[in-house]
């Protein structure tokens, strides 16, 4: 039984670069979350799909973040013109549909923006 | 603005004894609670969880108490085994009556269990 699964697992760039993160969620998990975690805090929730619902994007700290969602599948988080800042672990989580369900977290992509 | 706040960075624990760890959070709209483990190189697991409208929750070797008044919670383990070594974070969510269970973390205790 497949996980949450990300990709790449580490992404080291260049301030200023674009990068794309990938999320393939657990097969009927119709909830999919993208959450940050810097160095020695805790979890930042950034994004959530919902099934065709809008998503809330309450989370993204900037412009140069967005996300995708193609139906209940993959998900990808862009970051245009990376900062330094950026530098963090971005861990995704999906879930069965509905508030209280348990949310299962892929192993996160490690970005260190130089 | 911290909403779930974990003032222990750090537990080192014996083997066999009980390990508590705490969380405080701030927004009395949170009416459900999450611990999850975090190992290296891995994302978080769900441990246990418990609802406002109780105060306690157990499974094996994990208890979870909920102190609404305070606003605290904390999580039992008994015993601490060596494999209970990992990051544990706190989580909340429920806040502003939003239903889709974002989730609200802590910075995260890491435990230490000797042998």
């Known amino acids: 039984g497949a996980g949450v699964s990300q990709s790449p697992s580490n992404k080291v760039t260049e301030k200023g670069k674009d990068v794309e993160l990938r999320c393939d969620p657990i097969?009927?998990?119709?909830?999919l979350y993208w959450y940050r975690q810097r160095l020695g805090q805790g979890l930042e929730f950034l994004i959530y799909?919902?099934?065709?619902?809008?998503?809330?994007k309450s989370g993204l700290p900037s412009d140069r973040f967005s996300a995708e969602r193609t139906g209940e599948s993959v998900s990808t988080l862009t970051i245009q013109r990376t900062q330094q800042e950026d530098s963090a672990v971005y861990l995704c989580?999906?879930?069965?549909?509905?508030?209280?369900?348990?949310?299962?977290f892929g192993p996160g992509t490690r970005l260190l923006v130089l | 603005d911290q909403q779930v706040k974990q003032n222990s960075p750090s537990l080192s624990v014996q083997e066999g004894r009980i390990s508590i760890l705490n969380c405080d959070y701030t927004?009395?709209?949170?009416?459900?609670f999450l611990w999850y483990k975090k190992y290296p190189a891995e994302g978080p697991t769900f441990l246990i969880s418990i609802s406002s409208i109780k105060d306690k929750n157990e499974d094996g070797r994990f208890t979870v108490f909920l102190n609404k008044s305070a606003k605290h919670l904390s999580l039992h383990i008994v015993p601490s085994q060596p494999g209970d070594s990992a990051v544990y974070f706190c989580?909340?969510?429920?806040?502003?009556?939003?239903?889709?269970?974002?989730?609200?973390f802590g910075q995260g205790t890491i435990l230490t269990v000797h042998p």
């Open positions: 097969s009927g998990h119709t909830a």
């Open positions: 799909f919902q099934g065709n619902s809008a998503p809330d």
């Open positions: 989580a999906s879930s069965l549909a509905g508030n209280r369900e348990t949310q299962y």
């Open positions: 989580a909340a969510s429920g806040a502003g009556g939003t239903s889709y269970g974002k989730l609200t």
């Open positions: 927004n009395s709209m949170f009416d459900y």
